[in-house]
């Protein structure tokens, strides 16, 4: 492995908004000497050489209700643009006067803003909420505002290093007040669930509705396949959004997001190809389709035909008679005929597990410019099974000034009870109710989590058949994460090359989607580190009819190096 390799400039885009590096500082190509620096704190933050707050005079640990750390701040942030502003009032120094209470659950100060004078700010710890209590004088409609998230940053920085004063009386009395009223909510006793009443004539309306919607679609792509490519033009690119519109209205989402896709596809727009000379509201046929752009087009208009003939099988109730497993015959009721399913649901069906613990592997942003969709993806190792799953939370980009997307998770996730989405599928979803308490615990990582990791790569033939068994059906993705246990890296034929202990190779090539690059990365990674177990997206390639493989994290030891940031 060569350290020389150079470093290929990528065109950064808006795919991966990407939190600290686990373990792990930028791949200069350095070795790190002396021990392992540890993963992040949740239990306290203290600068190593000074009195924690929360240790008492014995030396115990005082129970805290809120642990704060930067991860835990991104979560409570109420989006990314407040996240931002408070960070850059730590880095001016905005911040005036700090100082915490002797037990270190109560801190305050000043924080310059518009105002002529500066804001009054507070964080409290231990008023009985599941996170802080944050004040300021602002009039911000912002919760909490960018001047509380400046404290917080700075708390979970340096909170040891904040001066102890008496804390102000007001801000003792609204913690007392508080803490009252959250000893006073009781819970409820939990009362039976009450059977969900069917609509019978509601779902056979349904049903009559999506099984016309799927006749039209069926004419609709025999057609479009008579004329050739040779034959498209723009009254086809407004067939194809009536044909969009269509499935919408019979609640075949997935279906109409497809078929938004491929006007895209068959306009240009999908790489930037619009014509600025074209009247507003007029899409023509992109000039010259090239390779690539037919081979989409092809599998856009393959998936569509299955959806057709697995739908209608799917109303009828056929599935499983003919051999297909009913996990996924449940799945294709949510991909093709729009079901949505409710952890209830899903709880009944037996698509629930219990007392699992998850790594992250890698966490992914993308931004879906044709169906207006902003993702977020974190891949899950089970550090007892060994698979690997996922967790996706994916937002309209017009809610995302008021909302935001999962951010990344940095330690282990022990899950008390979760969904896991039918499909016969490598990276099944996972989801488990926020609002439970209990239901997700995350603590530090341990060099145990790690060495599971390393005991759950696999050697690359078995991941590959794994991959080919997944796209033997159209309607699943092209795209799988597994992790592989890499024996050596390589350069043949100038790309980067995976070597397993059986000395099968898989060549590492990026997708070509818009994400930033990450195999020139991975060559730094390794020629810093070494090789280790690689988490590795195996992707097909419509135009090479090939699998290859995006790597996404290394791991050697107990260094969780993520290659795309």
């Not at 009443?197 to 792509?221: M, Y």
């Not at 009536?242 to 896709?261: C, E, N, Y």
């Not at 999908?270 to 989409?296: F, I, K, N, T, Y």
Request: aromatic content about 6%; hydrophobic content about 40%.
């Amino acid at each position: 492995m060569e350290s020389s390799w150079k470093r290929r400039r990528g065109r950064r885009t808006r795919a991966s908004r990407a939190w600290p590096r686990t373990r792990a500082g930028p791949l200069d190509g350095r070795r790190r000497a002396g021990p392992v620096r540890p993963g992040p704190d949740f239990s306290c933050h203290t600068s190593p050489n000074s009195p924690s707050p929360c240790l008492g005079p014995s030396g115990t640990v005082r129970c805290m209700a809120v642990v704060v750390t930067e991860q835990s701040i991104a979560e409570w942030a109420p989006n990314e643009k407040v996240l931002l502003d408070a960070k850059a009032l730590l880095r001016r120094g905005a911040l005036r006067k700090l100082a915490r209470s002797d037990d270190g659950t109560l801190a305050f100060g000043h924080c310059e803003g518009s105002g002529s004078t500066p804001y009054a700010v507070s964080m409290d710890l231990a008023t009985g909420a599941d996170k802080p209590t944050v004040r300021c004088s602002c009039p911000s409609r912002l919760f909490p505002c960018k001047h509380g998230l400046a404290l917080l940053l700075a708390f979970a920085q340096k909170g040891a290093l904040f001066p102890v004063e008496e804390p102000p009386k007001d801000l003792l009395q609204k913690r007392e007040k508080q803490a009252q009223k959250a000893a006073e909510k009781k819970p409820a006793p939990a009362a039976a669930a009450a059977p969900r009443s069917v609509n019978k004539t509601a779902l056979a309306k349904k049903a009559k509705e999506q099984s016309d919607a799927l006749d039209t679609l069926e004419t609709f792509l025999v057609d479009l396949a008579s004329g050739g490519l040779g034959g498209l033009s723009g009254k086809s690119i407004e067939a194809i959004e009536h044909q969009a519109k269509r499935m919408a209205d019979a609640d075949m989402k997935r279906t109409s997001a497809v078929l938004t896709r491929l006007a895209a596809y068959v306009s240009g727009e999908w790489l930037g190809d619009e014509d600025d000379d074209e009247a507003p509201g007029v899409r023509e046929v992109a000039r010259g389709l090239g390779e690539a752009q037919e081979a989409r087009i092809a599998f856009t208009l393959t998936q569509l035909y299955t959806t057709v003939r697995r739908g209608k099988k799917a109303l009828e109730g056929k599935f499983v008679e003919e051999g297909t497993t009913r996990s996924e015959a449940d799945a294709q009721l949510e991909s093709i005929l729009g079901k949505a399913w409710r952890l209830p649901e899903l709880r009944e069906a037996g698509y629930w597990v219990k007392n699992r613990r998850y790594l992250e592997l890698a966490h992914e942003r993308s931004d879906d410019e044709i169906t207006q969709f902003a993702t977020a993806i974190g891949f899950l190792l089970d550090l007892d099974d060994g698979s690997v799953v996922c967790e996706v939370t994916s937002l309209p980009f017009h809610t995302l000034p008021f909302t935001k997307l999962r951010a990344s998770r940095m330690g282990t996730l022990e899950i008390a009870e979760a969904a896991l989405y039918p499909g016969d599928v490598e990276n099944r979803r996972v989801r488990w109710d926020e609002k439970v308490e209990g239901a997700c615990r995350e603590r530090p990582r341990e060099r145990a989590d790690y060495e599971a990791v390393h005991r759950h790569g696999k050697p690359l033939d078995p991941v590959i058949r794994a991959m080919r068994n997944q796209l033997k059906n159209p309607l699943h993705p092209l795209d799988a994460v597994f992790l592989v246990a890499a024996k050596r890296f390589g350069d043949v034929g100038g790309e980067l090359v995976l070597e397993d202990e059986a000395g099968v190779r898989l060549v590492l090539r990026n997708m070509n989607d818009g994400r930033l690059p990450s195999t020139d990365a991975l060559r730094h990674a390794a020629a810093a580190f070494g090789p280790g177990t690689l988490a590795v997206r195996l992707h097909y390639d419509l135009l090479s009819r090939a699998i290859y493989g995006d790597p996404l994290a290394l791991f050697v030891g107990d260094e969780h190096l993520r290659l795309r940031a």
